[in-house]
């Protein structure tokens, strides 16, 4: 069964920081990875997304991921952080399994910013 | 604001009680997913739907249901509620059937006590 691994679960930075959040997933076929973050008492929204082609992905608000196929990883980073960028982020695999597909999402990263 | 409208907002009921949770999909998109997210197991698929069908399965107890509409809203029912499904869920819409992005509606925190 695939599974997403996001290692850190509450990292805090001080304003103007670099961030790398890991993901890890385990699945030997073709996936579809995404990030998406959640602000506080917000719903779910996407920051980026891989399908296929340049492996270095850039999202919204200076966000940027690389898919690193031999490592099974796609890890998200941003050069400065803002205290703005205070929330929960998820990387989220989807894959294709006996005709339907299946989304798995990690267990969060839980960042905060420090002014 | 992703198009996506879930209801009620909160809601409280008691153990063994039943409830059922309402989502309605960006214009034009056929896909609904349901997720489970709490404190302790992280955010879980729990069933996704394409027009009116039952495409994917996740980690959907057996006391879930849910069903898509010829509109092509959705509702998630839980019965026999335990403590352990207090959380918030959370629908998403896409497009397709397939591997598009997901837009996420605000959700529905559900108090069990």
């Known amino acids: 069964a695939q599974s997403v691994s996001q290692h850190n679960h509450h990292v805090i930075l001080s304003e103007a920081a670099s961030l790398e959040l890991g993901c890890n997933y385990s699945?030997?076929?073709?996936?579809?990875l995404f990030w998406y973050v959640q602000y506080p008492g917000q719903h779910l929204q996407l920051l980026l997304k891989?399908?296929?082609?340049?492996?270095l992905v850039k999202g919204i608000k200076g966000f940027e991921a690389e898919f690193i196929k031999s490592k099974f990883s796609f890890n998200l980073r941003k050069p400065s952080v803002q205290w703005s960028d205070t929330a929960e982020y998820f990387c989220?695999?989807?894959?294709?399994?006996?005709?339907?597909?299946?989304?798995?999402f990690g267990t969060g990263t839980k960042l905060q910013v420090i002014p | 604001d992703s198009g996506v409208t879930q209801t009620p907002k909160h809601l409280i009921t008691a153990t063994g009680q039943r409830v059922t949770l309402r989502c309605s999909p960006r214009?034009?998109?056929?896909?609904v997913y349901w997720y489970q997210q709490s404190l302790d197991q992280g955010l879980q698929f729990l069933i996704q739907?394409?027009?009116?069908?039952?495409?994917a399965k996740g980690n959907i107890l057996e006391r879930f249901s849910a069903q898509q509409f010829p509109d092509l809203h959705s509702e998630l029912n839980l019965s026999s509620l335990e403590l352990g499904d207090s959380a918030l869920y959370f629908c998403?819409?896409?497009?397709?059937?397939?591997?598009?992005?997901?837009?996420f509606g605000p959700g529905t925190r559900l108090t069990v006590l």
């Open positions: 739907y394409y027009n009116g069908e039952e495409r």
């Open positions: 699945y030997g076929g073709t996936v579809n």
């Open positions: 998403a819409s896409s497009v397709g059937r397939n591997t598009d992005t997901q837009y």
């Open positions: 891989y399908f296929s082609g340049d492996p």
């Open positions: 214009s034009g998109d056929l896909s």
């Open positions: 989220a695999v989807i894959v294709y399994s006996g005709g339907y597909q299946k989304v798995t």
